[in-house]
């Protein structure tokens, strides 16, 4: 069966420090994954979503950026965070029709 | 694009009692989606809906394809304290089936 890994589970970063979240599948090759954003309360944004290794589409103008360099890791990343970059942050693949998530990073940002 | 429409936004009912809430678009979808996302944990795929009319349930959950394809319901009956958390619909943006567009979501509540 296949399973979804997020990675760290929570994070607290400065303002104006790099981030580095991490997504990984097991049990499917060439998944779609996506990244989403949710703010408290709130409903999803996407964020990023790939067909395959090292192709990324952008949802989302911002300061944030995604990379696929394996089949079945996706990576979220910032080089400077801002405030408004507090959230929590899903990830999810897609075989046909559907979406499965991932558990969720929390992140603050101070 | 296309946007999903959920009402109500929160609902606070008593445990054991029944729940209703629907998603409406102003396009027609082929596929209807619904979710279940409990505090702090990623949502979790509770029903899938290919046909209009359809009617599934999963447990004590019932979601519906609404006959114009452009609204689904779901029903939860004899709530329980467990329950609780946001339930999101979702739809495909495009034929492909890879991009979903979401509900705001219906925040649920249960009292013991």
């Known amino acids: 069966s296949q399973t979804i890994h997020q990675w760290p589970a929570t994070l607290v970063q400065p303002v104006g420090s790099p981030l580095s979240l991490e997504c990984t599948v097991e049990?499917?090759?060439?998944?779609?994954l996506y990244w989403y954003r949710q703010a408290a309360g709130r409903g999803l944004q996407l964020l990023f979503y790939?067909?395959?290794?090292?192709?990324i589409s952008s949802e989302v103008p911002q300061n944030l950026s995604a990379s696929r360099p394996q089949d079945r890791q996706f990576i979220l990343s910032s080089k400077k965070l801002l405030l408004s970059d507090s959230g929590f942050y899903l990830c999810?693949?897609?075989?046909?029709?559907?979406?499965?998530f991932g558990p969720g990073t929390r992140l603050t940002v101070l | 694009g296309q946007q999903l429409n959920q009402s109500p936004q929160s609902m606070f009912i008593q445990e054991g009692e029944d729940v209703s809430m629907n998603c409406t678009s102003s396009?027609?979808?082929?596929?209807w989606l619904w979710y279940k996302q409990e505090p702090g944990e990623g949502p979790v795929l509770l029903i899938a809906?290919?046909?209009?009319?359809e009617l599934t349930s999963n447990g004590r959950l019932t979601a519906q394809f609404g006959i114009t394809r452009k609204d689904s319901f779901l029903n939860i009956s004899a709530s329980i304290p467990s329950d609780v958390g946001i339930y999101f619909c979702?739809?495909?943006?495009?034929?492909?089936?890879?991009?979903?567009?979401f509900g705001g979501g219906t925040r649920l509540m249960v009292k013991p």
């Open positions: 999810a693949w897609s075989p046909t029709g559907t979406q499965y």
């Open positions: 049990g499917t090759s060439n998944p779609n």
């Open positions: 790939s067909v395959g290794i090292g192709q």
């Open positions: 396009s027609i979808f082929n596929t």
């Open positions: 809906l290919y046909k209009a009319g």
């Open positions: 979702a739809g495909p943006l495009n034929n492909a089936g890879n991009m979903l567009t």
